[in-house]
T-cell receptor
């Protein structure tokens, strides 16, 4: 079982809709979670991080963490064509004094104009 | 501008010819890491460094070497490249991951092809 799992997609949503991306993790030792956006041929760019149960909002983005169920969500409101990218979920856990970060394989999002 | 700088951006080389990919950050970050990204496999960690002279293996270290003699630099060395090391490589750095911290800042990537 992979430590961080994501549906590869593609997830297609119409412009203006809410895009919901999810991620599950297997290691309960994971403490912090990150969502990165990666455009084709570009490097990953940090969108949000979350470490407490519940929701965290930043503009059109909301991250949700449920440690009991071991899932992390990213909601994108009012989706725009410029949001079309691959979204990477990552979890960090303490490993011998180092915060080891493990990435999922990413979900490709397509926002249809 | 705060950034992680990788060079070169593109590299085509032949099997067995030693090469170095450089990485430098100007944010005084303690953590640095190298990842490779392959279709369907995502980002996999090669090596990481917690500080100067402190490095350790990640998930796929075979065939790679690193060094951290200065805080800002973290070069990736392929002593004898093979075709299965053809990949997209990213260097990344971070100040901390405690309670989320800043997360990694990534370099622009190096696309390596070994023929």
């Amino acid at each position: 079982q992979k430590e961080v799992e994501q549906n590869s997609g593609p997830l297609s949503v119409p412009e203006g809709a809410i895009a919901s991306l999810n991620c599950t993790y297997s290691d309960r030792g994971s403490q912090s979670f990150f969502w990165y956006r990666q455009y084709s041929g570009k490097s990953p760019e940090l969108i949000m991080f979350i470490y407490s149960n519940g929701d965290k909002e930043d503009g059109r983005f909301t991250a949700q963490l449920n440690k009991a169920s071991q899932y992390v969500y990213l909601l994108i409101r009012d989706s725009q064509p410029s949001d079309s990218a691959t979204y990477l979920c990552a979890g960090a856990k303490n490993s011998g004094g180092y915060q080891k970060v493990t990435f999922g394989t990413g979900t490709k999002l397509q926002v249809i104009p | 501008e705060a950034q992680v700088t990788q060079n070169p951006r593109y590299l085509i080389t032949v099997t067995g010819k030693k090469l170095t990919v450089t990485c430098s950050q100007n944010m005084n970050h303690e953590y640095m890491s190298w990842y490779r990204q392959d279709p369907g496999l995502g980002l996999r960690q090669i090596y990481y460094s917690m500080n100067v002279e402190v490095t350790d293996k990640g998930d796929v270290p075979e065939g790679y070497k690193v060094s951290r003699k200065e805080k800002r630099n973290f070069p990736l060395i392929l002593e004898s490249p093979s075709p299965n090391q053809t990949s997209l490589y990213f260097c990344a750095s971070s100040f901390t991951f405690v309670r989320g911290g800043e997360g990694y800042t990534f370099g622009s990537g190096t696309r390596l092809t070994v023929v």
